[in-house]
T-cell receptor, first 113, second 114 residues
Framework: GAVVSQHPSWVICKSGTSVKIECRSL??????MFWYRQFPKQSLMLMAT?????????EQGVEKDKFLINHASLTLSTLTVTSAHPEDSSFYIC?????????FGQGTRLTVV | LAKTTQPISMDSYEGQEVNITCSHN???????ITWYQQFPSQGPRFIIQ???TKVTNEVASLFIPADRKSSTLSLPRVSLSDTAVYYC???????????????FGRGTQLTVWP
């Protein structure tokens, strides 16, 4: 089946630094990918839609300057958390759709210290 | 998007059948019902999707009554490894560009005991 892969699986960074998370569709092309955030014991929250070759579309309340999204190719979207703070610590998940199914990456655990 | 309501948690024992019901009173004509499973620190995994009546695959069955205002995910003979959070989502099946733009509810934490 279709596979979506994220890298890294986990990352620890210092407060004030930026962190980049990659999302790849391994065996299919995805013109659109999606980024979610999940805090402990909570549900997934859609952050933004990543569009290949154009600007990302952010959900209400998500800071576009804080969470930079780049979808430079049909198989890669990146999420950069800029000037990270401890409150940005969370589980970030990407997804891509193919035919009638949405496929999710394994997630990236971000811890900001 | 139609809002969904699920039980927050359920408990079961190994070998039993588990039925998780989801309410979606405002489901639209074009909406499909999709269930996902999520283990801790992993991304959600598609389980099953349906529009009406009954759908069955190798891991689960989905029962949808005629009014489509609810649906029931049925897991036959659960094992310890089925302990996870199960999400019910309702929305347009969408095309490739919209698949994955999903709004998750709180989900149901299923715990299977030995």
């Amino acid at each position: 089946g279709a596979v979506v892969s994220q890298h890294p699986s986990w990352v620890i960074c210092k407060s004030g630094t930026s962190v980049k998370i990659e999302c790849r569709s391994l065996d299919f092309q995805a013109t659109t990918m999606f980024w979610y955030r999940q805090f402990p014991k909570q549900s997934l929250m859609l952050m933004a839609t990543s569009n290949e070759g154009s600007k990302a579309t952010y959900e209400q309340g998500v800071e576009k300057d804080k969470f930079l999204i780049n979808h430079a190719s049909l198989t890669l979207s990146t999420l950069t958390v800029t000037s990270a703070h401890p409150e940005d610590s969370s589980f970030y998940i990407c997804s891509a759709g193919r035919r009638s199914e949405a496929f999710f990456g394994q997630g990236t655990r971000l811890t900001v210290v | 998007l139609a809002k969904t309501t699920q039980p927050i948690s359920m408990d079961s024992y190994e070998g039993q059948e588990v039925n998780i019901t989801c309410s979606h009173n405002n489901i639209a004509t074009n909406d499909y019902i999709t269930w996902y499973q999520q283990f801790p620190s992993q991304g959600p995994r598609f389980i099953i999707q349906g529009y009406k009546t009954k759908v069955t695959n190798e891991v689960a069955s989905l029962f949808i009554p005629a009014d489509r205002k609810s649906s029931t995910l049925s897991l036959p003979r659960v094992s310890l490894s089925d302990t996870a959070v199960y999400y019910c989502l309702v929305g347009d099946k969408g095309r490739g560009s919209t698949l994955g733009r999903l709004y998750f509810g709180r989900g149901t934490q299923l715990t299977v005991w030995p």
